[in-house]
């Protein structure tokens, strides 16, 4: 998903932070690759539990962008955020003093992975809305002061 992942969000972001939990395959290399990548370890609250250190990784990862950044994009690697003319968009609703934008998450369906000559929401277009999947993903770092992100991040209550 990585070449895609890049393809998609390469126009629009500045810098990842990718928090890795001890990836076998060759997606560290690839990660590392990438000239906008900082590739971290994810550190542990709980040495057994994956979900807690996420959850914490969700609610402070975003702090460091207080001052710097405009907007904060919350994915993962198979997420893919889709707006036309992402940056018109953004600067639209920052105007509007927009802070917050949730994701409408669809569930989209294929039976092989395409290939990477187009973006891969033009090559994959069968889906169905998914609820689990509309959260908040892209959020104005400097207008918040917590996200009260649930366990998944599936659900905000940002202050």
Known sequence: MLPFFFQHYDSFVDRYIVF????????????????????????????????????????????????IADWVIYTAIDEFLYMKKVN??????????????PALGYQMISEQ???????IYAKITAGAPWNPMSKLSIFNPNAVLETNFTVGRHAANPI
């Open 88 to 101: 018109d968009y953004l600067y639209k609703c920052q105007q509007k003093g927009i802070t917050a934008l």
């Open 20 to 67: 890795d939990d001890g990836s076998t395959d060759n997606s560290t290399a690839i990660l590392e690759a990438h000239p906008r990548v900082e590739l971290r370890k994810l550190p542990r609250v709980d040495e057994d539990s994956y979900v807690l250190a996420a959850q914490q990784i969700h609610e402070t990862c975003w702090k460091e962008s207080i001052g």
């Open 113 to 119: 992975l395409p290939e990477n000559s187009k973006p």
